[in-house]
T-cell receptor, first 116, second 113 residues
């Protein structure tokens, strides 16, 4: 149980375009979802926390107008990278926690974004 | 704020040996700690956790030790197998209910057959 999926698993886009990444909790309802960014050989950097039905809370230094997060349902959160640039190329990982057990995060498999 | 670091970026061991991965944290108020395993190109996978009211917790082939005095925790893997090769992250969570962990830099464990 507690499976989180991401789609797509990898994407290549041209500079200036927007890319949407989906994060789904497959067998549980996730009241809270988290979005992380990971550069090669580095740790996970929390970008934002989203609660279903409310606006995401962004970490300091993360541009909310560039990284649009929507958590419209208890099983789906999306991250849209707008006007992507090569420096946005990274591994994006989402995680979700179950109601009442917010301290347990279940991670998705990640999405590799390459901006050319 | 919280910062979490690891003592070694890479740890190489022989198959069958025991592995010890160390982690230091800075916020003495952190009360929940997790170890994650991340294989190449995949998301982190929960291994084991421990709360600050404990100093040791055991799972299957893994043991986490917590020393709150020196703000240090370790992950011990018994009889390391090639499938254990991955990057291991520790994460520390502050009190207050948000449970948003801070991840350390990660240690790459390489198991040689």
């Amino acid at each position: 149980g507690a499976v989180v999926s991401q789609h797509p698993s990898w994407v290549i886009c041209k500079s200036g375009t927007s890319v949407k990444i989906e994060c789904r909790s497959l067998d549980f309802q996730a009241t809270t979802m988290f979005w992380y960014r990971q550069f090669p050989k580095q740790s996970l950097m929390l970008m934002a926390t989203s609660n279903e039905g409310s606006k995401a809370t962004y970490e300091q230094g993360v541009e909310k107008d560039k990284f649009l997060i929507n958590h419209a349902s208890l099983t789906l959160s999306t991250l849209t990278v707008t006007s992507a640039h090569p420096e946005d190329s990274s591994f994006y990982i989402c995680s979700a926690s179950t109601p009442g057990r917010v301290y347990e995060q279940y991670f998705g498999p990640g999405t590799r974004l390459t901006v050319t | 704020g919280e910062s979490v670091g690891l003592h070694l970026p890479t740890l190489s061991v022989q198959e069958g040996d025991n592995s010890i991965i160390n982690c230091a944290y800075s916020n003495s108020a952190s009360d929940y700690f997790i170890w994650y395993k991340q294989e190449s190109g995949k998301g982190p996978q929960f291994i084991i956790d421990i709360r600050s009211n404990m100093d040791k917790r055991q799972g299957q082939r893994v043991t986490v030790l917590l020393n709150k005095t020196v703000k240090h925790l370790s992950l011990q893997i018994a009889a390391t197998q090639p499938g254990d090769s991955a990057v291991y992250f520790c994460a520390a969570t502050p009190p207050g209910g948000s449970y948003i962990p801070t991840f350390g830099r990660g240690t790459s464990l390489i198991v040689h057959p």
